[in-house]
């Protein structure tokens, strides 16, 4: 599982607090249709899936135009035997007061680019929105599991059309301006395009002021340092992309944080994003959106799939400045007047065995959780390629040697001084320092080679899987 996949689900469409799991299947995950019968996952799978030819989707490379028919045929609808170029794909929970006119704009969009286009309806409503996207033309799927990144994820496994167009049902998003997304895909400059709220117009009442001087601004900021993702509304739910991209990205999650995590998978990839001003509207129906609940699941899901960011460098920092503090009170330096003793020296130590460990975690979570954004410092990216049990386990026994020397000699000289009080040395804390490092090295290499050989095993029973399908 990767790291920081969530188990609860919330946000703007579905809530629950049921577990969520996920199968693992070459590196994708397994989706069971609402008839029992078990589909393939998004990853790996959308090539098998689509059989249009060029000759069906009539695209003229490097024009942003597509000849199609007429208007009142542009929408391809679930009986139709027409080939879609264009898949729409709204997640809902009761939209009934939203669907139809989002409907309305996505048709009107989709005419101005003249592609045929088919609308998927992810729903798991109570209301009439089922009933009323099926009257307008909609193909409307049931996920067979809560969330609104599984809602997503079940309708990628099932979009016929090139290109795949993400928003809500909630009258936010104005569909109408499809050509203007559309634009940077169909020229070849951009693998996915999202419409960026913050950069264009906030109707008012679209979005509560928390949310967009606070929250989303803060959200993106955290995204783009730590993906690198370049961004100014990482959170933004209207996108577009090609299709073929869903072969590549390795999309798990089911909750909100999935609107953060094809970012930051695609951003990792190296695939292109680009952005385009909209115009964020009011929504109609009931908004059901915890801001803090929702904000810090995309927090933690950040942190935890960015190991150099979360244990990396807090732990060399710590670990530099516990060494700076303990050789400041070792040789006695003074700067300013300032009498840095052994109180100074505890705590230096104190900071060099926490920042040590806390680094060592990097590489375990490196390791073990399958992070999106690989530490790519030199010493993790060498440990990596180089290391073994056995170096670790010796240099960790070399460090453990070295202290315990030295506290063998303090022992000794306590019992020959008949058990008087021993002078407690800056020496003496560097050497308890070494025995505990050294002891922290000696067990992590052993862990770190049985997460290296789990994980082998793995790989190596889903690669015979994979063969034996």
């Known amino acids: 599982m990767r790291t920081g996949e969530s188990d609860e689900t919330s946000g703007d469409h579905l809530d629950s607090d049921e577990d969520r799991t996920r199968s693992a299947d070459g590196g994708g995950s397994t989706i069971a249709d609402g008839g029992g019968a078990t589909a393939s996952s998004v990853n790996g799978s959308f090539a098998e899936r689509r059989s249009t ?19 009142t045929d542009i929408l391809v609808t679930a009986d139709d035997e027409a080939t879609p170029v264009v898949s729409v794909v709204m997640p809902t929970m009761n939209e009934e007061e939203g669907i139809s006119e989002c409907i309305d704009r996505i048709i009107e969009g989709a005419s101005a680019l003249g592609l045929p286009t088919e609308i998927v309806v ?5 209301d009439r929105t089922p009933e009323i996207a099926r009257e307008r033309g909609a193909r409307v799927i049931t996920p067979d599991k809560p969330g609104y990144g599984y809602a997503y994820r079940y309708a990628f496994a099932r979009v016929r059309g090139d290109y795949v167009v ?8 104005d569909f109408s301006e499809l050509p203007r997304l559309f634009k940077p895909i169909l020229d070849g400059e951009a693998d996915m395009v999202m419409g960026s709220r913050l950069e264009g117009e ?9 949310h967009q001087y606070v929250g989303n601004p803060l959200l993106t900021k955290f995204l783009n340092v730590f993906y690198g993702a370049g961004v100014s509304d990482a959170h933004s739910g209207f996108r577009v992309f090609r299709a073929d991209l869903l072969d590549e990205l390795d999309l798990r999650t089911d909750g909100m944080e999935f ?50 960011y979360l244990f990396s460098i807090p732990g060399v920092l710590m670990v530099l400045l516990g060494g700076f503090m303990m050789g400041l009170s070792a040789f006695g330096v003074q700067p300013g007047g300032v ?18 460990q806390t680094a060592v975690l990097s590489l375990f979570s490196t390791v073990a959780a399958d992070p999106i954004r690989v530490p790519t410092d030199p010493l993790t990216r060498w440990i990596q390629g180089n290391f073994r049990l056995e170096q670790g386990a010796t240099i960790g026994l070399g460090m453990f040697a070295v202290g315990a020397a ?6 000794y000289g306590w019992i020959t001084s008949g058990y008087g009080a021993v002078p407690f040395g800056a020496v003496n804390m560097v050497a308890f320092t070494l025995v505990v ?5 000696v067990f992590a290499s052993f862990h770190l080679s049985a997460l290296a050989d789990a994980r082998n095993y793995s790989d190596a029973g889903l690669a015979v899987d994979e063969e034996a399908g």
Request: charged share 20%.
């Open 202 to 210: 906030i109707l008012p009442g679209a979005m509560p002021p928390l």
């Open 259 to 308: 609107a953060s995590e094809m970012v930051m998978d695609a951003s990792a990839r190296g695939f292109e994003i680009a952005e385009v001003p909209i115009t964020y509207h009011e929504r109609k129906g009931e908004a059901t959106l915890e801001s803090f609940r929702d904000g810090w699941r995309h927090v933690r899901f950040m942190l935890m799939n960015a190991p150099g």
């Open 406 to 411: 030295y506290g063998s000699y303090l022992l």
């Open 53 to 71: 030819t060029e000759a069906d989707t009539s695209i003229l490379e490097g024009e942003t135009t597509v000849a199609s028919d007429a208007d």
């Open 437 to 441: 490092v050294g002891l922290e090295t």
């Open 122 to 126: 992810s729903d798991s409503s109570s």
């Open 166 to 173: 993400m928003g809500d049902a909630d009258t936010t998003y």
């Open 339 to 356: 009498n840095f003793g052994i109180h100074t020296m505890i705590a230096g130590s104190l900071l060099v065995v926490v920042g040590y």
